[in-house]
């Protein structure tokens, strides 16, 4: 039996069928597309498109599950981006699904944890058993274009997912170039609050490395020219955190100062919501950055950063944390929700 999973953004759509395996709860993929967004009228001709050809010669789907980047009501959701509104009972019905189900495309990564497997992920530390503790509890964190932040309950096959606004959290500074940075940042976005999603993540870290690039000793730095591009055409500005990324690996002085402050938020941040969840299931590292900071995620300086809550930093070494490496895990998630949904349709 055939199930449909789809990762729905304002950039692209990813869409797969899936099928389950017999003695292997992980969805194994039939076949997947990706279609660029802007290029579709609605996300209802790009699902059409997929049913009818890419899998005109494959069983229809008899579940389905969307992850959608947007706000999500009564199994409805609209892509401000796109101006696109999605219902789920309205799919359900068009293309003949037993069941159908819209979620947040970050949420629906809980659902993907308990199916992982070992090349899907890396362990940046085990943690230790504490006696008492709920290891059924788990938080997923990722910060890619914008900052995710998710919880959920996974007890055997059950899963439970806690949604959560976690990324908008205001963002606490702990040196003084950190109240620097948010001090410039409230000024240049002209905003009176600053939410850890304006640092930790992609746009984050060029908004970090713009602040070090309006410094007097960095005004002949080589990316000044391209920060003039990006004035004139914002979409460039997609491709600064790879330019950062690539001067910090190569030496550049203050593009690792960047990089190191963001970092270091990304592992306080990390702290903070070990605390607050107390996940001892597990602590996972997701986003479109995650694979790419792996190394990083490693180092006695990140580390550092994530153990910083004093009296309560023991704590925190009891916990597991891990990174995933699959860039498409929320395909994957969004399949392992939808493979849960044939048992209820």
């Not at 967004?37 to 001709?45: A, G, N, P, R, Y």
């Not at 713009?210 to 500005?237: C, G, M, T, V």
């Not at 790879?242 to 941040?269: F, H, P, T």
Request: glycine fraction near 8%; charged fraction near 25%.
């Amino acid at each position: 039996m055939n199930f449909l999973a789809c990762d729905l953004g304002g950039t692209k759509v990813l869409l797969g069928i899936f099928e389950k395996k017999i003695n292997d709860d992980s969805p194994k993929l039939i076949l997947k597309k990706k279609y660029i967004s802007s290029d579709w009228d609605s996300f209802e001709l790009i699902l059409e498109d997929f049913l009818k050809y890419e899998c005109k010669n494959i069983a229809h789907p008899s579940s389905a599950c969307f992850a959608v980047a947007g706000p999500l009501s009564n199994n409805k959701a609209k892509i401000i981006n796109l101006s696109w509104n999605i219902s789920g009972n309205a799919l359900q019905k068009k293309f003949n699904f037993k069941s159908c189900e819209l979620i947040n495309d970050f949420a629906v990564q809980i659902y993907g944890i308990p199916y992982l497997k070992k090349n899907q992920y890396s362990t940046i530390q085990n943690g230790s058993h504490s006696e008492g503790a709920n290891n059924d509890l788990h938080a997923i964190v990722g910060a890619g274009t914008g900052l995710g932040v998710a919880r959920g309950i996974i007890s055997g096959e059950k899963v439970k997912v806690l949604a959560s606004e976690g990324g908008h959290v205001e963002f606490s500074p702990k040196s003084k170039l950190e109240w620097e940075l948010k001090i410039w940042l409230k000024n240049y976005l002209k905003v009176e609050r600053i939410s850890c999603e304006r640092i930790i993540s992609g746009t984050g870290l060029s908004r970090i490395a713009e602040w070090r690039l309006s410094k007097p000793d960095a005004q002949n730095h080589p990316l000044q020219k391209y920060l003039k591009e990006i004035k004139n055409f914002d979409a460039a500005r997609k491709e600064l955190p790879e330019k950062i990324c690539n001067l910090s690996k190569e030496g550049d002085q203050q593009m690792i100062e960047v990089e190191r402050i963001w970092l270091g938020a990304y592992a306080s941040l990390l702290g903070d919501v070990a605390l607050q969840e107390l996940c001892f299931g597990g602590l996972w590292i997701s986003g479109g950055t995650a694979s790419k900071h792996f190394k990083n995620f490693k180092t006695d300086l990140f580390m550092k950063q994530f153990f910083d809550k004093g009296r309560l930093k023991d704590i925190l070494k009891t916990i597991p944390m891990k990174v995933i490496l699959d860039e498409e895990f929320g395909l994957f998630s969004a399949a392992c929700r939808a493979k849960m949904l044939l048992k209820t349709s």
